[in-house]
T-cell receptor, first 119, second 117 residues
Framework: AQTVTQSQPEMSVQEAETVTLSCTYD???????LFWYKQPPSRQMILVIR??????QNATENRFSVNFQKAAKSFSLKISDSQLGDAAMYFC????????????????FGTGTRLQVTL | GAVVSQHPSWVICKSGTSVKIECRSL??????MFWYRQFPKQSLMLMAT?????????EQGVEKDKFLINHASLTLSTLTVTSAHPEDSSFYIC?????????????FGEGSRLTVL
């Protein structure tokens, strides 16, 4: 079974600074997707960034970037120039690439990291 | 991105009654939808996978008779909490993926907060 581990229950960063959230996962699959989702107080899940396992290049989305280490099964998220609006719960998630239907395509979440942004 | 809508966003009911939550994919067809439950300050726990036109697949430990799932069309899945009790109070979230070119992404509804008195 796939597992996703986030070892940092809470993190804090000052505004404009950089913070890195850690995530490790375990799988026997070779083709899969990794995601970081943000859940603000509204509790709407928002996709922050996506990484395809077959791509060696790390994904970037504006101030958000990942460090994907496939051999180490590590997928950390770096937030640069942190803003107050970045404060939220961040979930790392894994999904096997077995098509898009059925329970085999389910998303497995880590336990989350609560990010606080201070002035 | 694709839009998934949940209704109601919050509901309060008396113990012993049943509550239905709807999950709709507004601009795409979703062969599969997923239902999650989230307790305060915790992660999302997958309850079941809803498959259009067939029975849902429930995760271990989730009571099928308590949480009835129906996926009658490619754009609608419903979760019915039957004979609700206070311990069923939680935040329920659905998600769905497109059946077109696969980007791997799942799209989430806004969630439904259930409070059972």
């Amino acid at each position: 079974a796939q597992t996703v581990t986030q070892s940092q229950p809470e993190m804090s960063v000052q505004e404009a600074e950089t913070v890195t959230l850690s995530c490790t996962y375990d799988t026997s699959e070779s083709d899969y997707y990794l995601f970081w989702y943000k859940q603000p107080p509204s509790r709407q899940m928002i996709l922050v960034i996506r990484q395809e396992a077959y791509k060696q290049q790390n994904a970037t989305e504006n101030r958000f970037s990942v460090n994907f280490q496939k051999a180490a099964k590590s997928f950390s998220l770096k937030i640069s120039d942190s803003q107050l609006g970045d404060a939220a719960m961040y979930f790392c998630a894994y999904r096997p690439n077995r098509g898009y239907t059925g329970t085999a395509s389910k998303l497995t979440f880590g336990t989350g990291t609560r990010l606080q942004v201070t002035l | 991105g694709a839009v998934v809508s949940q209704h109601p966003s919050w509901v309060i009911c008396k113990s012993g009654t049943s509550v239905k939550i709807e999950c709709r994919s507004l601009d795409f067809q979703a062969t599969t939808m997923f239902w999650y439950r989230q307790f305060p300050k915790q992660s999302l726990m997958l309850m079941a996978t809803s498959n259009e036109g067939s029975k849902a697949t429930y995760e271990q430990g989730v009571e099928k008779d308590k949480f009835l799932i129906n996926h009658a069309s490619l754009t609608l899945s419903t979760l019915t909490v039957t004979s609700a009790h206070p311990e069923d109070s939680s935040f329920y979230i659905c998600s769905a993926g497109t059946s077109g070119p696969n980007t791997g992404e799942l799209f989430f509804g806004e969630g439904s907060r259930l409070t059972v008195l």
